[in-house]
């Protein structure tokens, strides 16, 4: 999960969770993790990864609270539910007033399959629960460094509506969100830090110390990569000091081969199985709800593919870009992915050969469908550098292929052949 925001005037004029973004998370303990190394305030935890551990981790914290919390790389973890009911009480986040109730907590959530309104009816299975230390809290608010995608810049959010839904605050009360961008020439100013105390109604030294948070966050986030860093929330604890208490962060995974600490705390569990297959074959795969399964090359002629299915009254399933010097071998290993799908009644391949040469996806279609069998309808529209030579190889497999002189027509025949 991403967020995406657009701002106009400082002021949000959308605010919406992406998912389906080349986006690498990270649990919360291994954000606070970054937190703690960039000297950001934070609580002491202990991550376990199997029950007998439990004890052991929960006696090494201090009381006289225990905040347990089941890690998956989904928000709403408080309000979600346990398909399973010995997992016991409700909620992925608990609290507990002994070490000995903190484990069993902690026991009775690993290995249970825990749905939040971002996991899907199907749920995400806990294989970590963070125990942390608890404390008492004078107030809550919402914080975070976001990418505005309207101006390409690095944006504070910033809310005294801490630990509720960021986008329910921006659509219902939107004047309770402070948002602004930070101009890359001039960078981060000590200003920029006090305009966010000052909007959560912080003083004295708590401007001091959110002004040094912020800073933090922002070389945090800029030196790792980052797409979303959010503290949500960000508590005034009783003493009057600044805590963060919840952490998401989210990474560009393109910039994946120059960060190897962030790199080294990707589970690998918590990625869709189709998406990590591509990514081991160098393709570009994203999963989406629809019955359509599309192979294409190139971004721009994905979307505009996606775009056709729709306009002519059907949904993708996908996003898969073979781009543009894929091989038989990584063509083959696509259409296997798209085949995998339940969801897919139907398969359109799309392929305009510029530097992908239409008689090498011809090759890797066949090849893939004389494998692994082929019980969808399958439209092939290919045009480009050896158009012919890969028509011919459709045409002389004998396959069931639909053929196809134009998008527009590969659109309307994939969409008539999955309706029936």
């Not at 589970?267 to 869709?272: A, G, I, Y």
């Amino acid at each position: 999960m991403s967020v995406s925001l657009r701002l106009k005037d400082s002021k949000v004029v959308e605010f919406q969770n992406i998912s389906g973004t080349r986006i690498m998370n990270i649990h919360e303990y291994q954000a606070k993790q970054f937190l703690r190394d960039y000297g950001a305030p934070v609580l002491d935890g202990r991550i376990v990864l199997r029950a007998e551990e439990a004890k052991t981790a929960a006696g090494e914290l201090d009381g006289p609270l225990w905040v347990i919390k089941a890690q998956i790389h989904a928000g709403g973890r408080g309000k979600g539910t346990f398909i399973e009911e010995s997992a016991g009480k409700k909620g992925g986040v608990r609290l507990a007033e002994s070490a000995s109730d903190a484990a069993e907590q902690a026991q009775k959530m690993l290995g249970r399959t825990l749905v939040t309104k971002q996991t899907g009816p199907t749920g995400k299975q806990v294989g970590r629960v963070y125990i942390e230390e608890g404390c008492e809290i004078e107030s809550e608010f919402y914080l975070a460094i976001l990418i505005d995608r309207a101006t390409s810049r690095i944006a504070f959010v910033a809310s005294k509506d801490g630990g509720m839904d960021i986008e329910e605050v921006a659509a219902k009360t939107p004047e309770r969100i402070l948002s602004f961008a930070v101009d890359p020439a001039s960078g981060l100013s000590g200003f920029h830090g006090r305009r966010i105390a000052f909007a959560l109604g912080l003083k004295g030294k708590q401007i001091k110390e959110c002004v040094k948070l912020v800073q933090t966050l922002f070389q945090l986030f800029t030196e790792k990569d980052c797409e979303m860093l959010e503290i949500n929330p960000l508590i005034l604890t009783k003493e009057g000091t600044l805590l963060c208490l919840d952490c998401k962060m989210g990474f560009d995974s393109n910039a994946m081969y120059r960060q190897p600490a962030v790199l080294a705390f990707h589970d690998e569990t918590e990625e869709d199985p189709k998406e990590l297959a591509a990514s081991k074959f160098d393709l570009n795969y994203i999963a989406l709800d629809g019955e359509i399964g599309c192979m294409v090359n190139g971004a721009g002629l994905a979307m505009a593919t996606m775009d056709i299915i729709k306009l002519f009254g059907s949904e993708p399933a996908n996003f898969l870009d073979v781009g543009g010097g894929a091989t038989k071998e990584k063509v083959t290993e696509a259409f296997k992915i798209i085949t995998s799908d339940k969801n897919v009644k139907g398969i359109l391949v799309n392929i305009f050969g510029g530097i992908m040469r239409c008689d090498v996806i011809a090759e890797g279609v066949v090849e893939a469908v004389r494998n692994i069998g082929l019980k969808v309808p399958l439209v092939v529209r290919l045009e480009g550098t050896n158009v012919d030579s890969g028509k011919k190889i459709i045409n002389d497999s004998e396959l069931n292929v639909i053929a196809a002189d134009n998008l527009s027509d590969a659109a309307r025949k994939i969409v008539a052949a999955v309706k029936g």
